[in-house]
């Protein structure tokens, strides 16, 4: 889930920055730079890591600012696929399920890969908004078998189904989604996968029974 990235670029060192000691005012243009963003191929950068070298310091003339070719290390977040995943409810609709890390909001939930047989149960006066749940043992048993619900009150374990970079767009249509660089796919239809609480359920029918 999480790597480290070798780095190398050139950075521009603002004059406003020059009183502090040379790496401590290198990683913090760094962390502007490149924390909270997405390098294509190498995931979402959660930190700077550390600094392995420094060159240069030249001043080109016309320019207050010194230059330097830093190499660094970078803490990425790239999931791999079919790596399994817990993460927090922020949305749910009639197309699927949004998650989050925390750290992390474009992970989504398709309904195609919701367990079978799952239904959309949508909440009255909100546009599109609901809970899904899955009625575990088919339809005509689910009078017998509790139902499963999806509604946030706990933790969702997932599994990574795909990681895919987005090119930055030229035009953003209209009352369109915001841009998301890097998009994840989930599944939920295995075993193990789901609100955490539906497996605590599971066996203790199973106990039961």
């Given at each position: ?19 502090l ?76 399920l ?52 999806i ?8 599994q ?6 987005h ?33 605590e ?9």
């Amino acid at each position: 889930m999480f790597y480290l990235s070798l780095i190398e670029h050139t950075l521009r060192l603002p004059p406003h920055l020059l009183h502090l000691p040379l790496a401590e005012a290198l990683k913090a243009e760094l962390e502007a730079l490149f924390i909270n963003k997405v390098i294509e191929k190498l995931g979402f950068c959660i930190s700077v890591y550390d600094i392995s070298s420094i060159q240069g310091g030249f001043v080109f003339p016309g320019d207050g600012a010194s230059t330097y070719t830093v190499e660094f290390r970078l803490i990425m977040f790239r999931p791999f696929v079919g790596e399994v995943i817990v993460a927090k409810l922020i949305e749910s609709d009639a197309n699927g399920l949004r998650l989050s890390l925390g750290f992390f909001d474009d992970i989504y939930i398709p309904v195609d890969q919701f367990p079978n047989p799952s239904r959309f149960e949508a909440v009255p006066n909100t546009r599109n908004q609901g809970r899904w749940i899955w009625d575990f043992g088919g339809e005509e048993d689910q009078s017998d078998e509790p139902q499963f619900v999806i509604d946030g009150t706990d933790h969702i374990k997932f599994q990574v189904q795909s990681v895919i970079y987005h090119s930055i767009p030229l035009e953003q249509p209209e009352n369109s989604k915001p841009f998301a660089p890097m998009v994840i796919t989930g599944t939920l239809n295995y075993d193990g996968l789901g609100p955490v609480s539906w497996w605590e359920e599971a066996e203790i029918i199973e106990d039961e029974s």
